[in-house]
């Protein structure tokens, strides 16, 4: 197995304990990128990088028992990517790294804008589930590529 596919299936099962109603695994790992950078580096944060990766962490984790029990509707979708993409402009205007750590930044921001895309139905895939999907993948790679003290995954609700 290639180091791709690996991480292709890595997010998959991510995706599958995370509980998210209605989420399409195969398609989500399918598209999902993870950041190139080297296993054993975590990157240093800023306090910027982690205000906001904090911010996008809790309007997410505070969505989920309503999205799963299928009681989100589009305005919910709407007003939680817009808080999310409020969040990661002002990563983008704020936060300050060295320039290797940056790029896997910037990397990580793009999974999160392609989650904003498909929660705000900017996209032509219609599951905004997947979006959410997305996000919480960035999150967690956010956390296994920085070293963000006291971060921890999106918990797991069965």
């Given at each position: 197995?290639n180091a791709k596919?690996?991480?292709?299936?890595?997010?998959?099962?991510?995706?599958?304990?995370?509980?998210?109603?209605?989420?399409?695994?195969?398609?989500?790992?399918?598209?999902?990128?993870?950041?190139?950078?080297?296993?054993?580096?975590?990157?240093?944060?800023?306090?910027?990088?982690?205000?906001?990766?904090?911010?996008?962490?809790?309007?997410?984790?505070?969505?989920?028992?309503?999205?799963?029990?299928?009681?989100?509707?589009?305005?919910?979708?709407?007003?939680?990517?817009?808080?999310?993409?409020?969040?990661?402009?002002?990563?983008?205007?704020?936060?300050?790294?060295?320039?290797?750590?940056?790029?896997?930044?910037?990397?990580?921001?793009?999974?999160?804008?392609?989650?904003?895309?498909?929660?705000?139905?900017?996209?032509?895939?219609?599951?905004?589930?997947?979006?959410?999907?997305?996000?919480?993948?960035?999150?967690?790679?956010?956390?296994?590529?920085?070293?963000?003290?006291?971060?921890?995954?999106?918990?797991?609700?069965?």
């Open positions: 197995m596919s690996a991480r292709k299936l890595v997010v998959a099962c991510a995706l599958a304990l995370s509980g998210v109603a209605g989420v399409s695994i195969g398609a989500v790992a399918a598209d999902f990128q993870a950041p190139s950078t080297q296993a054993d580096v975590k990157w240093q944060t800023d306090p910027a990088l982690e205000q906001g990766m904090l911010n996008i962490r809790a309007v997410v984790e505070q969505s989920l028992p309503r999205i799963r029990a299928n009681q989100f509707g589009d305005e919910h979708y709407n007003a939680l990517g817009q808080a999310i993409e409020t969040q990661a402009a002002y990563i983008v205007k704020n936060c300050k790294l060295e320039p290797a750590a940056d790029a896997v930044l910037h990397d990580l921001l793009q999974d999160v804008s392609s989650g904003i895309d498909r929660v705000t139905a900017r996209t032509a895939e219609n599951q905004r589930t997947h979006g959410v999907s997305y996000i919480i993948a960035a999150l967690d790679n956010y956390g296994r590529h920085f070293d963000h003290a006291g971060w921890t995954p999106i918990k797991v609700v069965p």
